[in-house]
Nanobody
Framework: QVQLVESGGGSVQAGGSLRLSCEDS????????LGWFRQAPGKEREGLAA???????KYAESVEGRFTISRENVKHTLYLQMNSLKSEDTATYYC???????????????????WGQGTQVTVSS
């Protein structure tokens, strides 16, 4: 059974930084594409970043250059380093593991089949 648990959310001033973590209890963690997504109130869930088993990364334009996705396979943990945070980054952030064969990209939400419960990030201006 695959379980994902996010942590590291909180409140921060605009311009600040946060690092989110996601612990994945599932099998073969190192073999899978993993991603970060977020959903703000009243908006659709948005793909932010994805990292493949070989470390290849892809980012949404909205966060490229500010956010960095990384993984530590030994610890079964996925990270999202968020810098230069803006008020529009306020949302619930989710990590996910890809379940269906597809390019490892945050654009392909439909391919991610295991999701965490989310962690809230609030950025005040």
């Amino acid at each position: 059974q695959v379980q994902l648990v996010e942590s590291g959310g909180g409140s921060v001033q605009a311009g600040g930084s946060l690092r989110l973590s996601c612990e994945d209890s599932g099998y073969a963690f190192s073999s899978y594409c993993l991603g970060w997504f977020r959903q703000a109130p009243g908006k659709e869930r948005e793909g932010l970043a994805a990292i493949d088993h070989d470390g290849t990364t892809k980012y949404a334009e909205s966060v490229e250059g500010r956010f960095t996705i990384s993984r530590e396979n030994v610890k079964h943990t996925l990270y999202l380093q968020m810098n230069s945070l803006k008020s529009e980054d306020t949302a619930t952030y989710y990590c996910a593991r890809q379940r269906k064969p597809a390019t490892c990209s945050p654009d392909f939400q439909w391919s991610f089949g295991y999701w965490g419960q989310g962690t809230q990030v609030t950025v005040s201006s």
